[in-house]
C-alpha cells in the first residue's frame, strides 16, 4: 500500500531564515505531487504541482520554491521565511496517469514564522 | 482556475441527525468530485467521491448527491455521530485539467450528544 511521510511534523522559524520541508512516498511510481499551505481555518491553496523529476509548475507567485530531486520525493523550500509564510503545510500524491486523480495527504507540517 | 464555493461555513447537528454540506462549482470537463474530512492537525483524508456517470454515491452513512444541470453537489451525513465532529471540504478539478483539485473553503461540523 502506499504511505506519504512528511518532516518535520512542526516547526519555528525566525523570520528572514531559510526553510526545507521534504515529503516522500512509498508505494507507487510516478505520482503527481503536490505542495498545499491551508491558514489557520480556512481552505486549502494549491502551492506547487509536479508531474515528474525536476517538473515543476508553481500556481501561485510566493516566497517559497520546490523540487523534485527523485520520482518520490518533493521539497519545499525557501531562502528567507516571512510572517506570512506561517501556516500549515501539506504534501499530497496522485496517480501520474489516467483519469484517477484522487489525491492522498500527507500527516503536515506546522510552520510557526516568529 | 475553477471557483468552489461552499457552505454552511459551520454547522451544528445533534447525534443521530443528518449534517449536509453544499458545494457549487463553476466549470469543469472533468466529472470528479471527491469530499475529504480532516480532524485538528491531520491531514485531510478522501472520505467519498463521485463520478456523475450516476447521480449519487453512498458509502455507508455518507452520500454524495450531484446535480449536473445546476452545477451542485453535496455531502450527507445520516444519524451523525460525535466522531463525525470534523472539517468537511469539497473539490472539483480545475477547469481544463483533471490532475489538479481546487478545493471549497471547509465546513466545521460539530456533531452534539
Known amino acids: 500500500s502506499q504511505t506519504i511521510h512528511q518532516w518535520p511534523a512542526t516547526l519555528v522559524q525566525p523570520v528572514g531564515s531559510p526553510l526545507s520541508l521534504e515529503c516522500t512516498v512509498e508505494?507507487?511510481?510516478?505520482?503527481?505531487l503536490y505542495w498545499y499551505r491551508q491558514a489557520a481555518g480556512r481552505g486549502l491553496q494549491l502551492l506547487f504541482y509536479?508531474?515528474?523529476?525536476?517538473?515543476i509548475s508553481s500556481e501561485v507567485p510566493q516566497n517559497l520554491s520546490a523540487s523534485r530531486p527523485q520520482d518520490r520525493q518533493f521539497i519545499l523550500s525557501s531562502k528567507k521565511l516571512l510572517l506570512s509564510d506561517s501556516g500549515f503545510y501539506l504534501c499530497?500524491?496522485?496517480?501520474?496517469?489516467?483519469?484517477?486523480?484522487?489525491?492522498?495527504f500527507g500527516p503536515g507540517t506546522r510552520l510557526t514564522v516568529l | 482556475q475553477q471557483q468552489v464555493k461552499q457552505s454552511p461555513q459551520s454547522l451544528i447537528v445533534q447525534k443521530g441527525g443528518i449534517s449536509i454540506i453544499n458545494c457549487a462549482y463553476e466549470?469543469?470537463?472533468?466529472?470528479?468530485f471527491p469530499w475529504y474530512q480532516q480532524f485538528p492537525g491531520k491531514g485531510p483524508a478522501l472520505l467519498i467521491a463521485?463520478?456523475?456517470?450516476?447521480s449519487e454515491k453512498k458509502e455507508g452513512r455518507f452520500t454524495i448527491s450531484f446535480n449536473k444541470s445546476a452545477k451542485q453537489f453535496s455531502l450527507h451525513i445520516m444519524d451523525s455521530q460525535p466522531g463525525d465532529s470534523a472539517t468537511y471540504f469539497c473539490?472539483?478539478?480545475?477547469?481544463?485539467?483533471?490532475?489538479?483539485?481546487?478545493f471549497g473553503t471547509g465546513t466545521r461540523l460539530q456533531v452534539t450528544l
Open positions: 499530497a500524491w496522485s496517480i501520474g496517469k489516467g483519469m484517477r486523480n484522487e489525491q492522498f
Open positions: 509536479s508531474v515528474g523529476i525536476g517538473q
Open positions: 473539490a472539483a478539478p480545475f477547469t481544463g485539467t483533471a490532475s489538479k483539485l481546487t
Open positions: 466549470n469543469t470537463a472533468f466529472d470528479y
Open positions: 508505494g507507487t511510481s510516478n505520482p503527481n
Open positions: 463521485i463520478r456523475p456517470d450516476v
